[in-house]
T-cell receptor
Framework: DAGVIQSPRHEVTEMGQEVTLRCKPISGHNSLFWYRQTMMRGLELLIYFNNNVPIDDSGMPEDRFSAKMPNASFSTLKIQPSEPRDSAVYFC?????????????FGPGTRLTVL | AQKVTQAQTEISVVEKEDVTLDCVYETRDTTYYLFWYKQPPSGELVFLIRRNSFDEQNEISGRYSWNFQKSTSSFNFTITASQVVDSAVYFCALSISGGYNKLIFGAGTRLAVHP
């Protein structure tokens, strides 16, 4: 079975540009999470979706960040405009609550560099 | 509040040595889950184990073993006969049942296994 798929794997952009990160969760999973990993703050949850609905976005740093999940197999995290301090690795993870399996499985991550 | 502490920032061992990674957690909930994830140099986050708060049995999987002790709020991870491929950052995490299994991560322990 395919795991969580993220694209792109690497993104280099200039300050002020719009960045869109993409995620395809594991088929059948109904919970999706976006995390950010930095040296300073470690792994932090940005937003959580359940059944395509955003449940907790308290970790989204500011209005420049937005996330959507238009269907069960796709989610995006957008940063507009991007800033150098957004440079980090962004992970998407999914889990299934239908089978009471709360383990989150992570994608390979997107390494974002904002110049 | 929930918290996970991994006091060991970095550990360096020589191949074939045994090594234990410490994890101490804090929560007032009686039902919770504990996890270990591995992040190798390639960057992905790999799920290793999930343990619920009612199951204090130790677990062994090959060279890996986990010791869960509620009395000391610890969930330690031991690698027996370490190998170079074990070199990675290891994260301990906590989630609370009844919520949406939001993961609270420790800061991670970087393990370097030298030949």
């Amino acid at each position: 079975d395919a795991g969580v798929i993220q694209s792109p794997r690497h993104e280099v952009t200039e300050m002020g540009q719009e960045v869109t990160l993409r995620c395809k969760p594991i088929s059948g999973h109904n919970s999706l999470f976006w995390y950010r990993q930095t040296m300073m703050r470690g792994l932090e949850l940005l937003i959580y979706f359940n059944n395509n609905v955003p449940i907790d976005d308290s970790g989204m740093p500011e209005d420049r960040f937005s996330a959507k999940m238009p269907n069960a197999s796709f989610s995006t995290l957008k940063i507009q405009p991007s800033e150098p301090r957004d440079s980090a690795v962004y992970f998407c993870a999914s889990s299934s609550r239908l089978t009471n399996t709360d383990t989150q499985y992570f994608g390979p991550g997107t390494r974002l560099t904002v110049l | 509040a929930q918290k996970v502490t991994q006091a060991q920032t970095e550990i360096s061992v020589v191949e074939k040595e045994d090594v234990t990674l410490d994890c101490v957690y804090e929560t007032r909930d009686t039902t919770y889950y504990l996890f270990w994830y591995k992040q190798p140099p390639s960057g992905e986050l790999v799920f290793l184990i999930r343990r619920n708060s009612f199951d204090e049995q130790n677990e062994i999987s090959g060279r890996y073993s986990w010791n869960f002790q509620k009395s000391t709020s610890s969930f330690n991870f031991t690698i027996t006969a370490s190998q170079v491929v074990d070199s990675a950052v290891y994260f301990c995490a906590l989630s609370i049942s009844g919520g949406y299994n939001k993961l609270i991560f420790g800061a991670g322990t970087r393990l370097a296994v030298h030949p």
